[in-house]
């Protein structure tokens, strides 16, 4: 059975930096592309940032760009999300996702979703 942890969430003020993994368990990864996502209160979970099974390409959405840097250890099963100059708008739930469908700089979800990890950024 799949099971995707996520970690590292936490408080933090605005400017402040945090790093999000995300380890994989049950079967290993290494051939699958990775996402994450975040969802903030009353809104819908949104695409943050994926990376290839090899890290051969990535793509964030661009009010991360610059800001956030996706990668992953496949010795690890795990992916990880460096955040930088946090804002308050990136205050939200974050999930990892794995084995989606990355295709032409976009990756497209399946159901193996974690628990997710709370990101609060204080103004």
């Known amino acids: 059975q799949v099971q995707l942890a996520e970690s590292g969430g936490g408080l933090v003020q605005a400017g402040g930096s945090l790093r999000l993994s995300c380890a994989a368990s049950?079967?290993?990864?290494?051939?699958?592309?990775m996402g994450w996502f975040r969802q903030a209160p009353g809104k819908e979970r949104e695409f943050v940032a994926a990376i290839t099974w090899n890290s051969g390409s990535t793509t964030y959405v661009d009010s991360v760009k610059g800001r956030f840097t996706i990668s992953r250890d496949n010795a690890k099963n795990t992916a990880y999300l460096q955040m930088y100059s946090l804002k308050p708008e990136d205050t939200a739930i974050y999930y990892c996702?794995?084995?989606?469908?990355?295709?032409?700089?976009?990756?497209?979800?399946?159901?193996?979703w974690g628990q997710g990890t709370q990101v609060t950024v204080s103004s």
């Open positions: 996702n794995v084995d989606g469908t990355y295709f032409s700089g976009h990756y497209y979800p399946n159901n193996y």
């Open positions: 049950g079967r290993t990864f290494s051939s699958s592309a």
